[in-house]
């Protein structure tokens, strides 16, 4: 039981996985300021307001609860966020890794096709259906 799930942390994906968690846990530091201070007062900027008045919508009117405010100036802020964290992840690590895959392959020969069971079995088959025909 055991050397089965040393196996599993052993394996290279588990350890890639940890590393992009805790990249991108110290990253969210460095996105959430640049949110904050430059994409934020941005789209205030253009509802015309440090609250963005005219990019929500109070649904009772007369209540200043904010359970009851429609805000799409924070759904800009989180689709705005999202791009900036997949372009920064596309860029710094995608595709340079991309990149050093691609030397680190370049002159190799392609590996040959793993045989499965199925296939092995077919040519198998074919073999014998053709040993078959000739007697």
Do not use: H
């Not at 590393?19 to 460095?30: D, N, S, Y």
């Amino acid at each position: 039981m055991f050397q089965g799930f040393k196996k599993f942390i052993m394996r290279g994906n588990v350890f890639d996985l940890a590393v992009a968690v805790v990249i991108g846990t110290a990253f969210t530091a460095v996105v959430t300021s640049i949110v904050t201070n430059l994409i934020n007062p941005l789209i205030a900027a253009i509802g015309a307001g440090p609250k963005s008045s005219k990019l929500s919508v109070q649904l009772v009117s007369g209540s200043t609860d904010p359970k009851t405010v429609i805000d799409f100036s924070a759904v800009i802020t989180a689709a705005i966020n999202f791009l900036i964290i997949a372009a920064v992840v596309y860029f710094l690590f995608v595709m340079p890794m991309a990149k050093l895959i691609e030397r680190r392959n370049r002159g190799k020969e392609p590996e040959a096709a793993a045989l499965t069971e199925i296939s092995v079995l077919t040519d198998i088959r074919d073999l014998l259906q053709e040993q078959r025909s000739r007697d």
